[in-house]
């Protein structure tokens, strides 16, 4: 896992939701393990309020959503994960 650029922390919620995905998906030994753990993070935490994530050929980003316009994200990612 790479950060790449810093969180905008706008909401106590957002600290939260980044802390506890970077420790869900440390524990990812596969691809097929870390979507796993990705969908369940999605299910039981609001990820997709603040953040937008997806998956190239060999890993995920994970970009922030703009507080001023939540459809908008920030050009950079916030992570990457290489698998």
Avoid: C
């Avoid at 650029?5 to 970077?22: C, G, K, L, Q, R």
């Amino acid at each position: 896992m790479t950060f790449e650029h810093p969180t905008i922390i706008f909401d106590n919620e957002i600290a939260e939701i980044i802390i506890e995905f970077v420790n869900h998906i440390l524990y990812a030994d596969s691809e097929e393990t870390l979507r796993q753990i990705v969908a369940d993070f999605t299910d039981k935490y609001d990820l997709d309020r603040y953040f937008v994530y997806g998956y190239g050929s060999h890993h995920l980003w994970l970009k922030q959503r703009k507080i001023t316009n939540p459809d908008i994200t920030f050009e950079y990612r916030i992570l990457i994960v290489e698998y």
